[in-house]
């Protein structure tokens, strides 16, 4: 089929939509940092999110909870420096959302002002409504984020695929209802049965992103650093590897410690 958005100078949340309707694939990745994020923009990406696995993959926690919002700002904003097609999402941070609505739409003004992204997104459905509407009243588009939500790990105790018994399916289904409902512009399903995402994908008329969703919804998202194949550790069964780059840099590193070792650098042509 053809890619009927292709020649969009930049990405909206209609731009999305009209991908949806016409049954166009959505591509999202994640990056947390300008040189990253300058080759991310030489690629027909439509969404790059900034996400709070940058708490992971930049910082080294086991979980995303400490990541700070003056930490996701640094981020967001060196990544929307670079990028100027697609369109930027931001994490919200946990404990800058949840709870409070008055402090949700604060965070999420900080996020939008400081950083020049696009839109946000957070974790949850209805127990996070009023924050949802909330920074939606102040013209912020907001991306949910439904199935296996990181930040509330310590409630689920593992990172297992959610939503397999017929009760939490239908929450599930409930509460990306809810959030359409509300005005979220798409939806992130993380790690759930493929069947389950397809249903929700057919029934749901906004777009749904899948990471560990299966290919029924209409585009998928995974971490740059995990497909790249930098973060060596993980390796969940939906992820595809698209490089080796962590090994490559390691023996590019590898042979530039072993050239200055032997003094094969710098050559002649290398010096003034
Ligand atoms: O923080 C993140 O990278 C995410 C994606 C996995 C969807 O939320």
Do not use: W
Not at 91 to 103: A, C, E, I, R, W
Request: proline letters at 4%; hydrophobic letters at 40%; one cysteine or more.
């Amino acid at each position: 089929m053809a890619y009927l958005q292709t020649d969009v100078t930049k990405v909206t949340t209609k731009v999305l939509q009209n991908m949806k309707l016409h049954g166009e694939k959505i591509a999202m990745l994640t990056a947390y940092d300008y040189s990253m994020a300058q080759l991310i923009n030489r690629t027909k990406i439509d969404v790059v999110l900034v996400g709070d696995s940058a708490a992971n993959v930049m910082e080294g926690y086991q979980t995303t909870l400490p990541i700070t919002l003056d930490e996701m700002i640094v981020y967001a904003s060196s990544v929307t420096r670079a990028i100027s097609r697609a369109l930027v999402v931001v994490d919200m941070p946990f404990g800058t959302y949840q709870g409070n609505s008055k402090q949700a739409l604060a965070s999420a003004i900080r996020i939008m002002k400081e950083t020049g992204a696009d839109a946000v997104k957070l974790e949850g459905g209805e127990e996070v409504l009023e924050s949802i509407q909330r920074i939606l009243s102040a013209g912020i588009p907001v991306m949910g984020h439904l199935g296996l939500t990181p930040q509330s790990i310590n409630k689920f105790g593992t990172y297992a695929v959610r939503a397999t018994e017929p009760d939490e399916a239908q929450r599930l289904l409930h509460d990306a209802h809810v959030l359409q409902h509300a005005g979220c512009f798409a939806l992130v399903l993380e790690k759930i049965p493929a069947a389950l995402a397809a249903t929700i994908s057919s029934e749901i008329k906004i777009p749904i992103i899948g990471i560990g969703a299966g290919p029924h919804v209409d585009g998928q998202v995974l971490v740059l650093q995990d497909m790249l194949g930098i973060t060596q550790q993980f390796k969940p069964r939906y992820l595809r590897l698209y490089g080796t780059f962590g090994d490559d840099i390691s023996s590019a590193i590898q042979q530039y410690v072993s050239d200055v070792k032997t003094s094969n650098f710098p050559n002649e042509k290398e010096q003034y």
